[in-house]
RNA sequence: UGCUCCGUGGUGUAAUUGGCAACACGUCUGACUCUGGAUCAGAAAAGUUCAGGUUCGAGCCCUGACGGAGCAACCA
């Protein structure tokens, strides 16, 4: 970046996040020749979830808004944990979330050989050590935050001793668990992970991407730094629990470094979501356990679950936009994320009609076997999306919770000798009504209308309290609905001491909707097609939807103040 | 009990580096409306965890409390 177009960034007004606020200042300092660099160093254990967006948003951001580049980097260190199942899934997400690598797709596992050399010249300088205890004593020694630990009896290995050792255990010579190799640095530091941290283990695990050609892998604080450094990062961006080894982090560089180049690390608040849980662990036990369909369950707060929900990347972009980056560790509102899809969705969806809940209506008075085509607006926040014809006919559906017989005060719906407008139609006014004989529930209302009223008619100013959404009975296709609510109803699921995350689980938060009456033209909506539907939410094709049967899930209600008063 | 980090309306973030605490979400009014949506206008809501100190002046600097989070995987 050139000093030009950084002053230019400057004189924008929008306030820069804490971290934006240090990359500048290390481009104006001319730090790494005013180079930015980021990376995005996913472990390829799980999918991705929101979470995971923020760091996206801000590694692949920070390097466009300055002129930079951001890595793509598998940390693939553990063969164990890992999968080649996510690193397509991760690859696709990012993409999907308006994100671009390039050429620039590294793995961790590329640096084995390197690092393996570091390794060794580590020991050659008396920095490191192999240490035959098992996980167990290795442990007990370490002390405890608040107690001092103590030195290892190999820590005084002869180099040439560590030196064989290290290859052999390279070379398989040795079971899991019976040797590693240790940083030496300082037992007492009050910093625990200063305390001769383990750097590599032996694994006999087929891995990924190296299959057999290593015994031994570095442990994730002797692989990400040198990472970074092999790769030329200048800033890498982490969440804050990493805080505590970035002095583990720059001790390894400056052992490393040849010149005035070093990466740096700066840490930033993680996302959590009210009434969500983010660890991908957990995660996985949903999935595992059934609780959920998998992971692109439209519960979940992975980045498929999102997309299948019907959110869009642009929403998920603003809301992390909203929340910014700060060190302070907050539980960020979901409703937040609601207003960002729906502030995107209200602009972008085309408005139809659909009647979750149907209750027939007859329009008495209205010709038997007329149909009209009445023109209906596509979207009212965007003229370019157009006008579509929609067929009325004397049987309707309208929607049960638009009816009830003795409405209560300011109910603008239908009820016996009431006005409505069927939108885009008529007005009609309810006339009686039709129950079962037993159980008294109400199988269809009677109503007339008024031809004068149609709309966009000569006599169409005629006001009403209330507009109704409808369906053409005759027309109408059928459809699954699947309503959604939150997963947990504890606002932290996964952070109460004493109760399992599983006992927060929303017995309600799926609905499904069966025999759901949608307008005609939806019949050709394909999966991830987003609609409105008219006064009830935004509305998101399914993938498990075809021609024949349409599966619809519900991304998020409209904001309902009737709803709210009648609470 | 050690170390590291953090405390600003209900929630999340700002405050151009010490100068009238601002914005968004939410909430509540009112207007408009053929979506009880959207839009528009407005309101309530923190004196910045507390106590000292420096200063003409402190959310910001210093000291000390209090409160919260993280750190003792051969996970990342």
Not at 516 to 525: G, N, R, T, W
Request: aromatic share 10%; net charge negative.
């Amino acid at each position: 970046m050139n000093e030009e177009s950084l002053r230019e960034k400057e004189g924008s007004k929008t306030p820069v996040s804490f971290i934006e606020q240090f990359i500048i200042d290390d481009l104006k300092e001319g730090k790494n020749n005013r180079r930015i660099h980021t990376r995005f160093p996913p472990e390829p254990n799980g999918y991705l979830h929101i979470g995971h967006a923020k760091a996206i948003c801000l590694d692949f951001g920070m390097a466009q808004k300055y002129g930079g580049k951001c890595n793509l980097r598998f940390d693939d260190t553990n063969p164990v944990k890992e999968e080649v199942e996510y690193i397509d899934s991760i690859k696709e997400d990012i993409h999907w979330l308006g994100f671009d690598w390039e050429e620039l797709e590294f793995y961790a596992s590329d640096y084995f050989g390197k690092l393996f050399d570091f390794a060794v010249d580590l020991i050659r300088r008396g920095l490191a050590y192999v240490d035959d205890q098992p996980a167990e004593v290795i442990s007990a020694q370490k002390g405890t935050p608040s107690q001092p630990g103590v030195e290892s009896p190999f820590r005084t290995r002869s180099i040439t001793e560590n030196l064989d050792l290290f290859e052999r255990m390279n070379k398989g010579e040795f079971d899991e668990g019976s040797r590693v190799l240790r940083a030496r640095i300082d037992m007492t530091s009050p910093n625990m992970h200063m305390r001769d941290p383990i750097i590599y283990r032996i694994i006999k695990a087929a891995h990924h991407r190296t299959g057999e050609a290593w015994k031994v892998y570095p442990m994730y604080d002797f692989a990400h730094g040198q990472s970074d450094y092999f790769e030329g990062v200048t800033h890498s961006l982490c969440t804050l629990e990493f805080e505590v080894h970035r002095p583990l982090y720059d001790w390894l560089i400056d052992q490393l470094k040849k010149d005035d180049y070093r990466p740096r690390q700066i840490e930033f608040n993680r996302l959590n979501l009210s009434y969500t849980m983010m660890s991908k662990r957990r995660l996985l036990e949903l999935v595992q356990e059934g609780k959920v369909s998998g992971w692109d369950d439209p519960r979940m707060p992975t980045l498929c679950g999102l997309r299948r929900r019907g959110y869009t990347p642009e929403s998920i972009r603003r809301f992390i936009d909203l929340i910014g980056y700060t060190k302070f560790e907050a539980i960020n509102d979901v409703s937040l994320l609601e207003h960002a899809v729906r502030e995107d969705l209200n602009l972008r969806a085309p408005r139809v009609f659909g009647v979750l809940n149907p209750l027939k209506a007859i329009i008495t008075n209205y010709p038997e076997g007329k149909v009209e085509n009445v023109t209906i607006i596509n979207n009212p926040e965007d003229e370019s999306m157009g006008k579509r014809e929609v067929p009325f006919s004397r049987e309707v559906y309208i929607e049960q919770e638009d009816f009830m017989e003795n409405p209560p005060h300011k109910f603008f719906r239908l009820a016996p000798g009431m006005e409505v407008r069927l939108k885009g139609a008529y007005i009609i006014k309810c006339t009686g009504v039709k129950k079962s004989e037993n159980t008294n529930t109400i199988e269809e209302v009677y109503c007339t209308y008024d031809p004068d009223t149609r709309s966009g008619g000569h006599a169409s100013e005629k006001k009403v309290k209330g507009t109704l959404h409808w369906v053409s009975a005759q027309h109408a296709t059928d459809a699954e609905v699947r309503l959604y609510d939150r997963l947990f109803n504890h606002e932290d699921p996964a952070g109460q001491k004493e109760k399992d995350y599983r006992e927060f689980l929303n017995p309600g938060s799926l609905k499904i909707l069966k025999g759901c009456k949608l307008e005609p033209s939806l019949k050709s909506a394909r999966p991830l097609d987003k609609f409105q539907f008219q006064r009830l939410g935004y509305f998101c094709v399914d993938y498990d939807s075809n021609e024949g049967s349409l599966v619809f899930n519900r991304t998020v209600p409209l904001r309902d103040t009737w709803a709210r008063i009648n609470k």
